[in-house]
C-alpha cells in the first residue's frame, strides 16, 4: 500500500518508520528544506518539499497514485484542506487528517475528512490502524486508543478460506466476536468456516490488530 504523508514533523516521521517496518511504500510532504533533508537521509524514502495543500506539490507527490492520505501538520486547517484537495483532485479513497483541536475534530469529519484523529489520542497507533488496509473498518475506540472493535471483510484471495477457525491462526489478544455472511448472523465456534466476502466483527488490541492482519495476509502489501 502507498502512503502520502503531509507533515514531516515527530508524528509524521515516527508513522513513516511505522509503514515502512511493515513494508508499505511512503512519501512525505515537508515545507523546510532542511527537515525534508533530514527525513530523506533517515528513512530513504521520497520527500517532497513543498506546501501541502499546493495541488502542485501534491501532483509531484503523485498523491493520485497513493492508497490513504494522512495529513498531520500542526495547522487543523491546512491538514483539511490538504485532505480535500487529495480527495477531490486526486481522487485518493481513504483520508485521515490530524485534529490538534479536539474541538475541530467533528468539523473536519463534517467536511469530508473519512477520520480524524485527535491530538490527544495515541496517534501513530491510531494513524496506522485506520490506513492499514480497505478490508478493515474501525467501529469503536477502545481503552483510550488501545483496543478497538473493527469490521473485517474478508477478500475473495483470503488464504484460509474454507479453513475453521480452530486450524487459522488469532495472535495476540484478539476476538472474534460475529460473521455476517450475506444475511445469515453467526455466533463463530472453533469449528465455524471462514469464507471470502464474511464480515467478521473482532474485538483486539493495537498491536494485535497488525499481527491478525499479517496473519491472515489481509496487510495489502
Known sequence: MKVC??????????????????RHSVVIIEPVESQCRML??????????????????????????CDAFVAVTGSDEDNLVACQIAKREFGVNRTVARASNPKNRELLHTLGVDTVVCGTDNLSHILEREIETDTIRQLLSLG????SLNE??????????????????????????S?????????PHGST?????????????????????????????
Open 40 to 65: 530523506a537521509d533517515m528513512l530513504d524514502i521520497p520527500v517532497i518539499c513543498g506546501d501541502s495543500i499546493s495541488v502542485d506539490t501534491l501532483r509531484t507527490a503523485d498523491t493520485a497514485s
Open 152 to 177: 473485517i471483510l474478508l477478500p475473495e484471495s483470503f488464504i484460509y478460506a474454507g479453513k475453521a477457525i480452530m486450524d487459522i491462526p488469532i495472535p495476540g489478544d484478539t476476538i472474534l466476536v
Open 5 to 22: 504523508i503531509a507533515g514531516g514533523g515527530r508524528v509524521g516521521r515516527y508513522l513513516a518508520q511505522s509503514l515502512l517496518a511493515n
Open 144 to 147: 483510550g486508543g488501545t483496543a
Open 193 to 221: 468456516v471462514l469464507l471470502p466476502w464474511d464480515h467478521i466483527l473482532c474485538l483486539t488490541r493495537d498491536d494485535s490488530l497488525h499481527q491478525l492482519t499479517e496473519a491472515w495476509g489481509l496487510s495489502g502489501k
Open 179 to 187: 460473521i455476517t455472511r450475506d444475511t445469515e448472523f453467526i455466533i
